[in-house]
Structures are given as C-alpha cells and as structure tokens.
C-alpha cells in the first residue's frame, strides 16, 4: 500500500511540474472574452547569439512530415509567430557558432480552455504555446 501511495504522489508531482504552461494554472491577465482561432507562438532564442540571425524554420505536425509553415531569420533573443490553435507545431532553430551548426528543436499544441470561476469574469485561456530553442551546451 506505501508503494501504492509513493507511486500515485509521483505521478501527480511530475505532472504539476513537467510542463511550463500545461493550462492548470490560469493567468487571468493573459484571458480573453472570445474564443481564439490564431495564437502567437512564443520562441524562446539563446540570448548570447543576439545579433547574430537565427534560422527558425516552423513545420505543422512533427519535424519528419517536412510540412513548412515558416522560415524566418530572426536576431534577437524571442519572437512570435501567428499559428491556429489545436495544431501541433515543430520548431528548428539553426545557430552558427564558432563556425558549426546547432540545431535546437522543439514542438508545442497551442490550446485554448474555457475558464468561468478562477478570474473576475469567464474567459478563454490559452496554454501550450511557449517554444524553448535556446541552447543548452555548445563546445
């Protein structure tokens, strides 16, 4: 019964913290009355390239569909980028430093949820919607 007990308050650690915007906690100031059809993407780029562009290449579906959305050159350290809502998105950024190539990859489902009680007044939420491409390492 302990395992049990210890095996079910993992699950529910893990799936509180595992993901930055997951639609559990609402931030009333980012609500909306009307229901979105387009969100922006938020891409998160490594601060130390600013300056330097960036590739960011968008695919709907997963990377290996090679179904672009986008490509754009970008030097800064975020951007956004308009998308529909309830469609997976992957996305590439390609850096050159120190003359070689990385290249970052992540995806997101931008979602929107209804929410009635949690704010002042009901409104729609949207979650899922924040790319983290910045590097980790590089040697």
Do not use: W
């Not at 913290?17 to 922006?40: H, N, Y």
């Not at 469609?87 to 990385?102: I, P, R």
């Amino acid at each position: 019964m302990r395992k049990l007990a210890k095996l079910l308050l993992s699950i529910i650690i893990i799936f509180f913290f595992s993901c930055e915007d997951q639609g559990l906690i609402v931030k009333c100031p980012d609500c909306r009355t009307d229901e979105p059809k387009q969100t922006d993407l938020e891409i998160k780029l490594d601060s130390e390239t600013f300056g330097t562009p960036v590739l960011i290449k968008v695919y709907e579906g997963n990377l290996e569909d090679s179904v672009l959305y986008s490509s754009i050159n970008v030097s800064a350290s975020s951007t956004t980028i308009s998308v529909t809502m309830n469609k997976k998105y992957t996305v590439t950024a390609t850096y050159h430093l120190n003359d070689n190539y990385y290249t970052a990859v992540d995806s997101a489902t931008p979602r929107v949820r209804f929410e009635k009680d949690l704010c002042d007044n009901p409104c729609y939420f949207v979650y899922d919607r924040t790319i983290d491409l910045r590097l980790k390492y590089t040697k």
